[in-house]
């Protein structure tokens, strides 16, 4: 008997069923509580296509967790859920089922982690398996190193996985992008040894399904998040990401800011003892702004303090000529976040709107 999926594939249904998912999508760019203005908009529809490029390299392209591949997920112009401007994002699908072997040599990143995950963003069970930070890794003197992927512990730099286990994150985060490089990775399933099958037509049904769902799941959950925050607008507010494969090690603040021409938003904070923050700035559906050309972020080693040890962001349209200085790019609203990595305190920054010209 022929499975249904592959008479779906073979008769374009599966495709079909991937389109309508993704035009769907595009009902959250324009329902009701959603910005109408066509900035946000053109915002909304080119996060929606930046999702779908992130979802088929995802499910499609690479979802064999017999023969996975590391495959980066953020950058420049493919972004999601407060992308940090200074992490370089690498992702893998795997499976608890498994044992796999990473191979890499130390690149000058001050900040390294590597975690596993189950579950994901459409609910149900979900959350970190396990993480390995640099702190932890043994490298040889001539920088290389080798990880073991596995649900059972081993000896030497081991990265956990839980049973349920699907996918792993790398994340390197610069503390200066410009000079700084970053450590390079090859990943192998252990006892891998026939050559990667031709396409399975089931698996494409199942992956390209899969897709689509992951587009809408992600607008509708990152759209929901800004609206939220928009109750409290001008605001910082703890975001617990567990569920949504953030990194373990971060405290998370995140709020929506909407500023008219003439006002600035002032944060401040005296930082904890930690190993990196930082604060940025993103659109209405939570992409950080265009760092290529505009400055919207801060971190740790950028920031200017006080005598005290706290610091001053200000946020506005037009320069104030006064230190840790973000633009807005050209948007009237949109959210923010900080992040506080390995910090043992978690300290609220104060959020106020000034007029601009009172700044000195």
């Known amino acids: 008997m022929t499975d249904k999926r592959v008479e779906r594939v073979a008769d374009g249904r599966a495709w079909a069923d991937f389109c309508d998912t993704l035009k769907a999508s595009g009902e959250i760019v324009l329902r009701e509580t959603s910005p109408d203005d066509v900035l946000d908009r053109a915002e909304g529809f080119r996060y929606l296509s930046r999702v779908a490029r992130m979802a088929l390299g995802q499910f499609v392209e690479m979802p064999d967790p017999f023969a996975p591949v590391l495959r980066r997920t953020a950058d420049p112009t493919m972004k999601l859920g407060c992308d940090n401007p200074d992490s370089y994002y690498l992702m893998a699908t795997l499976s608890g089922e498994h044992e796999y072997k990473i191979r890499g040599r130390r690149g000058t990143v001050p900040h390294l982690s590597l975690s596993t995950y189950y579950g994901g963003y459409a609910g149900g069970r979900a ?12 490298i040889a003197p001539n920088g290389s190193f080798e990880i073991i992927v596995s649900t059972r512990e081993k000896a030497g730099n081991w990265l956990p996985m839980d049973p349920e286990t699907n996918q792993m994150i790398i994340r390197q985060t610069h503390h200066d992008r410009a000079n700084e490089t970053v450590f390079s990775f090859e990943i192998e399933r252990v006892g891998a040894e026939d050559p990667t099958a031709p396409l399975d037509a089931r ?7 899969a897709s689509g769902q992951y587009v809408r799941t992600c607008a509708n959950l990152f759209a929901d998040w800004t609206e939220a925050y928009a109750e409290t607008p001008n605001e910082l507010v703890v ?5 949504a494969q953030g990194d373990p090690a971060l405290f998370y603040y995140q709020g929506y800011w909407s500023l008219a021409k003439d ?9 904890p003892a930690c190993d990196y923050w930082n604060f940025q700035l993103n659109n209405y559906w939570i992409e950080s702004l265009d760092y290529r050309f505009h400055k919207i972020d801060l971190n740790h080693t950028q ?10 962001i200000i946020v506005s349209h037009s320069d104030p000529d006064l230190p840790n200085w973000l633009e807005t790019a050209g948007h009237r609203h949109g959210t923010m ?11 609220r920054p104060s959020c106020e709107v000034v007029p601009l010209s009172s700044l000195v």
């Open 337 to 347: 976040g900080l992040r506080w990595v390995n910090a043992k305190e978690h300290p």
């Open 203 to 209: 698996l494409f049904h199942d992956s390209l399904i």
């Open 263 to 271: 006002e600035a938003l002032v944060i401040r904070a005296k930082p």
């Open 303 to 312: 920031t200017h303090y006080e005598p005290d040890g706290s610091f001053r």
């Open 239 to 243: 975001r617990d990401v567990s569920g």
């Open 127 to 138: 959350g970190c398996g396990g993480t390995l930070g640099l702190g932890e890794l043994d």
